[in-house]
Nanobody, 123 residues
């Protein structure tokens, strides 16, 4: 089984919704956090949201109130529900596994990455 695999991306119109999923073998590890990042062409990979093994969550300001990160421990899956999508949300979305702690804003904090899933939002 792959460490992390994302799914659920696609193309939607502005105002639409998508739910991204992140699953993989890393979910058997304890004391972790799972972060979602996004990267648009020619731009840096930006942190979007994170959830830790205690269920605590955090979001970048631009997605607060629109995106929700959650986890289903029975399915070893983390979700990113994205509502009211905007064209500026268009990017490749990646989930990543890292240890618990305070470094989850930085891509370098994470040990495993998925291959990414593309989200395209048209106006």
């Amino acid at each position: 089984q792959e460490p992390l695999v994302e799914s659920g991306g696609g193309s939607v119109q502005a105002g639409g919704s998508l739910r991204l999923s992140c699953a993989g073998s890393v979910f058997t590890y304890s004391h972790n956090c799972i972060g979602w990042f996004r990267q648009a062409p020619g731009k840096e990979r930006d942190w979007v949201a994170v959830i830790d093994s205690d269920g605590r969550t955090a979001y970048i300001d631009s997605v607060k109130g629109r995106f929700t990160i959650s986890q289903d421990n029975a399915k070893n899956t983390v979700y990113l529900q994205m509502n009211n999508l905007k064209p500026e949300d268009s990017a490749m979305y990646y989930c990543a596994y890292g240890p618990s702690g305070g470094g989850w804003l930085r891509p370098g904090w994470y040990h495993y990455w998925g291959q990414g899933t593309q989200v395209t939002v048209s106006s």
